[in-house]
């Protein structure tokens, strides 16, 4: 398969990787290929995380929930699925959707539910500039729901509170793949905070949510582009 938007070059990522650097953010890189669709657990053991901030019809905050690994049940925030994929995403892909679990879609709240990676930062990771990237199409959003892609900052010596937000909007996307692309640039002021990488979604009444996602990377600007590497030679460079 190839990644339609960017390759990574190998000496470039192992320099960005090596411990001696001192950074404390990870890239990743994820297809779905070989993860196995029947196993519940597969997206949590993969590091995919979940939380959810519940609303209630006039949008006053009720209470929120996680974090726990990512389901992979078809039922609550995301799943691995099939046949959804075109040339360049193979069979399997990831998809993400609110948590239907929850009753209170029934009472018209309207449920925020967050799909993630998260990593801590570390001194070494100032001055860089880390990409968020991946292939999506539209799935089965529709009435009130909405989607995007986010990269988010969370200072755990401040209650968590939130320092960065860097949306993508997924809701009008076209049924068709496409790839996008986040940056977020590292300063002093975050070292010690979590950075999360995901998609997210609002949903009320059990309404339909679903965008499909593949062919992930998250890479720092040490990694060169190039134009001309499958995406197993990518995924190879960050295992």
């Known amino acids: 398969m190839k990644l339609r938007a960017i390759a990574l070059v190998a000496v470039a990522a192992i320099l960005c990787m090596a411990p001696a650097t001192g950074l404390a ?4 890189s994820q297809d779905f290929e070989s993860l196995n669709q029947a196993d519940t657990g597969a997206l949590g053991n993969d590091g995919w995380l979940v939380f959810a901030n519940v609303f209630g019809p006039d949008w006053a905050y009720w209470y929120g929930y996680g974090v726990f690994p990512a389901p992979n049940d078809g039922a609550a ?3 691995i699925a099939s046949g ?3 040339a360049s995403q193979g069979m399997q892909q990831l ?8 009753a209170d879609h029934a009472n018209g709240a309207h449920i925020e539910s967050l799909l993630f990676q998260e990593q801590t930062i570390g001194a070494g990771d100032v001055g860089e500039t880390w990409t968020f990237v991946f292939d999506a199409k539209l799935g089965n959003l529709e009435l009130d729901s909405t989607a995007w892609a986010f990269i988010k900052t969370l200072n755990p010596a401040a209650g968590y509170a939130t320092t960065n937000n860097i949306q993508l ?4 996307i076209p049924s068709t793949w496409s ?3 986040i940056t977020i640039n590292i300063d002093a002021s975050l070292v010690g905070q979590l950075l999360q990488f995901g998609f997210g979604n609002f949903a009320t009444l059990y309404q339909g949510s679903g965008v499909f996602y593949d062919n992930i990377i998250f890479y720092a600007d040490t990694v060169i582009p190039s134009q001309d590497a499958s995406f197993g030679e990518v995924k190879a460079l960050f295992r």
């Open 77 to 79: 925030f995301s799943a």
């Open 95 to 102: 998809v993400a959707f609110s948590d239907y679990n929850n």
């Open 169 to 172: 909007d997924m809701t009008a």
């Open 84 to 86: 959804e994929g075109g």
């Open 179 to 181: 790839t996008y692309s």
């Open 25 to 28: 953010i990870n890239g990743y």
